[in-house]
């Protein structure tokens, strides 16, 4: 099994999807310590959350107050780095752009399931919510998975 140091959430701009995913990430017990962040792959200037996910990560106890929207570079990625997109289509960008991204997947696909999480780019706070709850049971799953394989190791 492989030992991941870093675990990356990528999405398009790295405002809604990606940051909820790493704030709840965050609060998730791990066997073993792991750095964990978001990245957009397109980012063009420092930007906060989106406030509609803030407003649903407060609902359920969290925050990404002092979140930035950062890009993805090619310092981010090594051989103990796995990272985790939103949708299939980001997943093929990071193989094609960067080097030595040995461990892209989709989140969906990481936790054998299917299907990309939806953008929420111009949708209602109830969209925000809905992929706030697709979030927190996939991540449970992650964590469920990433602390197996450290036992299995």
């Known amino acids: 099994m492989q030992k991941f140091s870093r675990l990356i959430f990528v999405d398009g701009d790295d405002t809604a999807r990606a940051p909820m995913a790493r704030v709840i990430m965050e ?8 750095e964990i962040c978001s ?10 959350v989106n406030q509609k996910a803030e407003a649903v990560l407060i609902s359920n106890g969290l925050t990404a107050k002092e979140h930035t929207a950062a890009p993805l570079e090619q310092e981010d990625i090594d051989g103990g780095t796995l990272i985790l997109t939103m949708e299939e289509e980001q997943k093929g960008k990071i193989w094609s ?4 991204a040995q461990h892209v997947y989709t989140l969906a696909e990481y936790i054998h399931m299917s299907g990309d999480i939806s953008p929420l780019y111009g949708e209602p ?4 919510g809905k992929c706030y709850e697709l979030l927190a ?3 449970d799953r992650l964590a469920i998975r990433l602390n197996e394989d450290v ?3």
Do not use: Q
Request: aromatic share 12%; charged share 30%.
């Open 137 to 139: 049971e996939m991540i």
């Open 125 to 128: 706070l109830t969209s925000y």
């Open 39 to 48: 990245r957009g792959l397109v980012v063009l200037f420092p930007e906060p």
């Open 27 to 34: 609060k998730k017990y791990l066997l073993e310590p792991m």
């Open 151 to 153: 036992l299995k190791r």
């Open 97 to 100: 752009t960067y080097e030595n």
